[in-house]
């Protein structure tokens, strides 16, 4: 059975940072792009982040690009997602995903985790 | 920022057919295949439709897919109180060089 288990968020003041990590579990880790999704309260979903099986290529959206880094440590089936500069916009519940690919694009998000919450106030 | 526009809500009766609409643009939807998700009322998203109108394994035949040029349609047909979700649509952007998620829209049993 697939599992997606992410860290617990918290509560960050403006202009903090945060890591989060995603352990994963019943698949093999490396032959899977992984992406970070999030959904502001009471909002729609926002793809954040993605990597390559490999870890050798990374992919941004435009909100995150230069303050978030995802990165992966496939002998320890970790995703993670180091958080920097976070203001109130990035308040969110974070979804760690798993791709049906080694590819991080143009496939489909076949795995979710249950989310965990970051909230980015003073 | 969602770049795919759906309408924010749809319903019907049980045993009714809604339709959902998701419109982009050339560089998504116009050049890339189409996903759409499930989204419970509290619980994570899962994938609902594949590449345009594939169901996985699981997925009822009551739900089925399209798409035409830059645009995908979502339609479920004999709706069941458990359809009552919100739906997005999905595709990756050639011009963003990332995915895109639709607006979404909640889907009410009446």
């Known amino acids: 059975e697939v599992q997606l288990l992410e860290s617990e968020g918290g509560l960050v003041q403006p202009g903090g940072s945060l890591r989060l990590s995603c352990v994963v579990s019943g698949f093999t880790f490396i032959r899977h792009g992984m992406s970070w999704v999030r959904q502001a309260p009471g909002k729609g979903l926002e793809w954040v982040a993605g990597?390559?099986?490999?870890?050798?290529?990374?992919y941004y959206a435009d909100p995150v690009k230069g303050r978030f880094t995802i990165s992966r440590d496939n002998s320890e089936n970790t995703l993670f997602l180091h958080m920097n500069s976070l203001s109130a916009e990035d308040t969110a519940l974070y979804y760690c995903?798993?791709?049906?690919?080694?590819?991080?694009?143009?496939?489909?998000?076949?795995?979710w985790g249950q989310g965990t919450l970051v909230s980015v106030s003073s | 920022q969602s770049v795919l526009t759906q309408p924010p809500s749809a319903s019907g009766t049980p045993g009714q057919r809604v339709a959902i609409s998701c419109s982009g643009s050339?560089?998504?939807?116009?050049?890339?295949?189409v996903y759409w998700y499930q989204q419970l009322p509290g619980a994570a998203p899962k994938p609902l439709l594949l590449r345009n109108n594939q169901r996985p394994s699981g997925v009822p035949d009551r739900f089925s897919g399209s798409k035409s040029g830059t645009s995908a349609a979502l339609a479920i047909s004999g709706l069941r109180s458990e359809d009552e979700a919100d739906y997005y649509c999905a595709a990756w952007d050639d011009s963003l060089n990332g995915y895109v998620f639709g607006t979404g829209t909640k889907v009410l049993v009446l």
């Open positions: 995903a798993k791709m049906k690919s080694v590819m991080a694009t143009a496939t489909f998000f076949e795995d």
């Open positions: 990597i390559t099986g490999s870890g050798d290529d990374t």
């Open positions: 050339s560089s998504n939807i116009g050049s890339n295949y």
